[in-house]
């Protein structure tokens, strides 16, 4: 048998300007254990192997954590002013956003004031909610990060997320409703908070998806921003769910 005959055909090559991410990803998917690195003439560069990839992946996995808490790899050794300022406009957003959820409760002020169950009850929604997004978001971040998210599984993928999220909801609903009738021994209490519950919940899974999607197509960075705006959602959501539906019927 010939050799020409044999031999793997299709040799993959790298681009010199081609991104590590992307390097890594290729590697990833093609069980590539090395590959030729090529200039745009198709000139041999140098070449690359598993060994620099493995390194590449780390250190995207190191940076993807980092940007999800709003910091950069180096700000343990950057100045202090350097350090404030890096973190400073992520916090700044995260204030604004925040003041948007205090205006919602601010509408229902009334509701709070007659029934003062609405104002210890809230944290619950929001906090599952909040919660239950950063696990679809940490997902998310990271099929984004593979290119495991594609056009052709993506509507695939929010149906499934809509599906988490509408069977959590009824099982932490089921599990708050009992917990607040032993608590406040009030029915419509429970039925409240076992609505908003199952609202919030799926919410919290599509936008913890649908956020970075859409922050990568308008080119930024989803692992930095994401957590801002699945955070304010959720919030603001819960509380418009929870207390909108207490207005309802209690002040009805």
């Known amino acids: 048998i010939k050799l020409n005959i044999i031999q793997n055909k299709e040799t993959r090559v790298i681009n010199v300007l081609t991104d590590q991410e992307e390097v890594a990803y290729q ?37 993807d954590i980092l940007k999800l808490g709003g910091v950069g790899q180096t700000d343990i050794f950057e100045a202090l002013i350097s350090t404030i300022k890096s973190r400073f406009s992520w916090l700044l957003v995260n204030l604004l956003t925040a003041i948007v959820a205090s205006v919602v409760i601010a509408f229902f002020q009334a509701s709070i004031e007659k029934v003062v169950a609405l104002a210890v009850l809230m944290p619950i929604v ?41 069977l959590n909801g009824i099982i932490f609903a089921l599990i708050s409703a009992l917990i607040v009738q032993l608590w406040f021994k009030d029915v419509k209490l429970s039925l409240i908070i076992s609505i908003s519950m199952v609202l919030n919940m799926i919410v919290a899974g599509l936008f913890g998806i649908l956020v970075p999607v859409a922050l990568k197509r308008m080119k930024i960075d989803p692992a930095i921003a994401s957590s801002v705006f699945v955070t304010t959602i959720t919030d603001v959501i819960g509380f418009l769910s929870f207390l909108g539906i207490g207005a309802y019927f209690f002040l009805g």
């Open 27 to 63: 590697f990833t998917k093609y069980a590539m254990v090395s590959a030729p690195v090529v200039n745009d003439q198709n000139i041999i560069m140098g070449s690359i192997t598993v060994d620099d990839v493995v390194e590449v992946i780390e250190e995207e996995r190191e940076e």
């Open 126 to 166: 929001a906090s599952m909610g909040g919660n239950a997004g950063m696990q679809t978001l940490a997902v998310t971040i990271r099929t984004l990060a593979t290119n495991e998210l594609t056009k052709n599984n993506f509507i695939q993928t929010v149906s499934k997320e809509f599906s988490i999220g509408i």
